[in-house]
């Protein structure tokens, strides 16, 4: 049977006008990235391990116009300005370079049905979104690697976004990234009655973005080889708690894990505090309830909202108490399936 040459397009453009509509999730790590070893190609010192939260979702159309001019760019009904939109340029690029042909401007759209300000992690899922969007619209046929490698060049923890449920971002080790993507270990079905609740406890924009924040710490903080090491053996440490889907060892780790990160981000020059007084009334909180038998640890990405990891049969209690400590909102998700194409 005949078969194309790697890295061209599996299917021929009708014409030269193509559109393709992807959904992705976002994800929460359990085992965080944090600091780069190559900005360009946006690759890790270390690996990580996240989970997808459905029913969260971001969902890019993308259509190459095969016309001459600018890139498009609509993101939550705006025209997309300065880096925002110079990101998704900057993939689309990619997506026409491996094409090879003259796929031309593209129109692209983009709306999340989450805040984008929530801390939530958007990029991840807008970035997969847009990968599987602009690769498919482009002829490709889906490839769940290739998709990963490049929502990476938009933002590292999209790369986690591609597949559902439980993902690891293997750090790789070849200087061109192309063995660091993000690799599905359970699907979503594996643990449905995980929770990830979400304590909105601000919605202020974080002072100091994650790209700049895991930059100075890798640049600064005395302490981040010792982070890059751990991190990599946790993510080992955990898989086997997620296969017996133990919330008990899996907790302790997010936690340990999540502790670490803003340990080693403190000690930065200058330092880096992503928690607020209302943040850490929650981690309180949560160690009080363990103590009364509840089952529930939390995690914090770069932002002052902790999402706490529950069972279904404990969501009901843990919501409760997020609002009476400061919580305005609380999002509650579950392991989220695959970025699909709609
Ligand atoms: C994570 N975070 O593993 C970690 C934990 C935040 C804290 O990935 O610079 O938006 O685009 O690669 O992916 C957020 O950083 O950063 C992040 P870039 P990204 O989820």
Not at 243 to 263: F, P, Q, T, Y
């Amino acid at each position: 049977m005949f078969r194309e040459p790697a890295g061209r397009p599996a299917r021929a453009l009708k014409g030269n006008h193509v559109k393709a509509t992807a959904k992705a999730h976002p994800n929460i790590a359990l085992v965080k990235y944090w600091g780069k070893r190559n900005e360009r190609l946006i690759l890790p010192h270390q690996s990580s391990l996240s989970v997808t939260l459905g029913p969260l979702s971001v969902t890019t159309s993308v259509e190459f116009t095969g016309e001459r001019g600018d890139d498009d760019v609509r993101i939550n009904g705006k025209d997309a300005q300065g880096s925002e939109r110079s990101r998704v340029v900057e993939l689309l690029g990619l997506v026409r370079k491996e094409h090879g042909g003259k796929l031309g401007a593209a129109r692209m759209v983009s709306a999340g049905d989450f805040p984008a300000a929530a801390g939530l992690a958007s990029s991840a899922a807008a970035f997969a979104a847009l990968a599987v969007a602009a690769r498919t619209a482009a002829g490709f046929d889906r490839d769940t690697k290739a998709e990963s490698i490049l929502a990476r060049r938009g933002s590292g923890s999209a790369s986690r976004s591609v597949q559902g449920g439980f993902v690891r971002w293997n750090r790789g080790k070849r200087p061109d990234g192309r063995d660091s993507f993000g690799e599905q270990l359970f699907d979503a079905k594996h643990w449905p009655e995980l929770r990830m609740l979400v304590g909105m406890v601000s919605r202020e924009e974080k002072e100091v973005k994650s790209r700049d924040g895991m930059r100075g710490t890798v640049e600064t903080s005395p302490y981040y080889p010792a982070w890059a090491k751990d991190a990599e053996a946790e993510v080992k440490r955990i898989i086997p708690f997620i296969k017996r889907r133990d919330l008990e060892a899996v907790g302790a780790i997010a936690e340990k894990n999540a502790w670490r990160m803003h340990a080693t981000a403190f000690a930065a020059d200058p330092p880096l505090c992503y928690l607020k007084p209302e943040t850490l009334a929650v981690i309180q909180t949560c160690r009080e309830l363990r103590a009364k038998g509840l089952g529930v640890w939390f995690t914090l990405d770069a932002g002052p909202n902790p999402v706490l990891l529950t069972s279904a049969k404990d969501e009901a209690k843990v919501v409760k108490v997020l609002e009476q400590h400061g919580a305005r909102e609380v999002v509650r998700c579950h392991p989220g399936g695959d970025a699909v194409l709609v």
